[in-house]
């Protein structure tokens, strides 16, 4: 299969008010958006506009969608490569495919995410596979990322971020950490989702559970009543 073939570049465009963002959270990626939209006036007056963004912490609390927003801020092409498609046991055919996929952001000042970013952690650690080898992809990364332009945006996450080489999380500029929402936090997400369905305002609302979650429960439970409902009324 060609690497191509892995990046994923169709999903629908996001923007920050679908994610529910902390404020000081908001507030870093919009001043990261707005180095990237004078990225030209920094670098005549010598100062280099931070591109690479690690976003780390709890499944479902919105990392993918804000890659997403960040390119249709931007107006650029989102090229998406879940690292787990591509670590492969043959590490130099891992190492020629990452830097296919680097040089093709690089030439079309996209934005990269690369997802399941500890895979290349938890790989180098693995017993199954020879260390230095993986010492050997962990480098070639490194090198990767440094050689990316600054006129191309790198982001990655990470659920595992206690795991990742120490040497890669210093090559991002800024490091975001996703927490799972509190019951304060969800009550506003449930309440911005039921905005559209008010009949439903008495639902059951479940806690400790991440937005994603709550998204697919909210989302579940309205379909499951409203087809109850028509299937009672076809049948009267």
């Not at 690497?3 to 570049?9: A, E, H, Q, R, W």
């Not at 670098?43 to 609390?61: D, M, Q, T």
């Not at 945006?153 to 800024?174: C, G, M, P, S, W």
């Amino acid at each position: 299969m060609n690497v191509f073939d892995l990046l994923v570049t169709n999903k629908k465009p996001s923007n920050f008010n679908d994610i529910a963002l902390s404020a000081g959270n908001r507030e870093l990626l919009l001043a990261f958006i707005s180095e990237q939209k004078y990225s030209k006036q920094l670098l005549e007056h010598g100062l280099e506009p931070n591109n690479k963004l690690l976003l780390h912490g709890s499944s479902g609390c919105g990392k993918t969608m804000t890659a997403n927003a960040i390119a249709a801020s931007l107006g650029r092409n989102l090229l998406t490569l879940s690292l787990s498609t591509i670590v492969s046991a043959r590490i130099g055919e891992t190492s020629k495919s990452l830097k296919l996929v680097f040089d093709k952001a690089s030439r079309e000042k996209a934005v990269l995410f690369l997802d399941e970013f500890d895979q290349l952690g938890k790989s180098r650690s693995s017993e199954d596979t020879d260390v230095g080898e993986m010492r050997r992809l962990v480098n070639s990364i490194i090198q990767l990322i440094d050689y990316y332009p600054s006129d191309a945006v790198l982001i990655a996450a990470t659920n595992h971020y206690e795991v990742l080489d120490i040497a890669l999380k210093r090559r991002f500029q800024l490091k975001i950490s996703y927490e799972m929402p509190g019951k304060a936090q969800l009550d506003a997400f449930y309440d911005n989702l039921l905005h559209n369905y008010p009949d439903f305002n008495t639902l059951n609302r479940q806690y400790g559970i991440s937005y994603a979650e709550a998204k697919d429960y909210t989302m579940t439970t309205i379909k499951r009543s409203l087809i109850e409902k028509w299937a009672a009324e076809e049948a009267v």
